[in-house]
């Protein structure tokens, strides 16, 4: 008879490499970084949009001072 030994699996520090603590954090910044990316993105399509406005507000305004 023939007895199988299973190791108990991981425990502490131990374990596959989604639950340590060095691929949470890199995950953690590399979301981050997308997120700043995207959201500096937005800020200058509101940037070049608040030109625009201010641009056709000065038009009007000069349009009707003559």
Do not use: F, N
Request: hydrophobic letters at 25%; charged letters at 40%; a positive charge.
């Amino acid at each position: 008879m023939t007895v199988r030994m299973y190791s108990p699996g991981p425990e502490g520090g131990a374990g596959s490499v989604a639950s340590s603590k060095g691929w949470h954090t890199r995950e953690k910044a590399q979301e981050d970084q997308y997120i700043l990316q995207h959201e500096k993105e937005k800020l200058e399509k509101l940037r070049a949009s608040l030109k625009e406005q201010e641009k056709l507000v000065g038009d009007l305004s000069d349009k009707e001072k003559k």
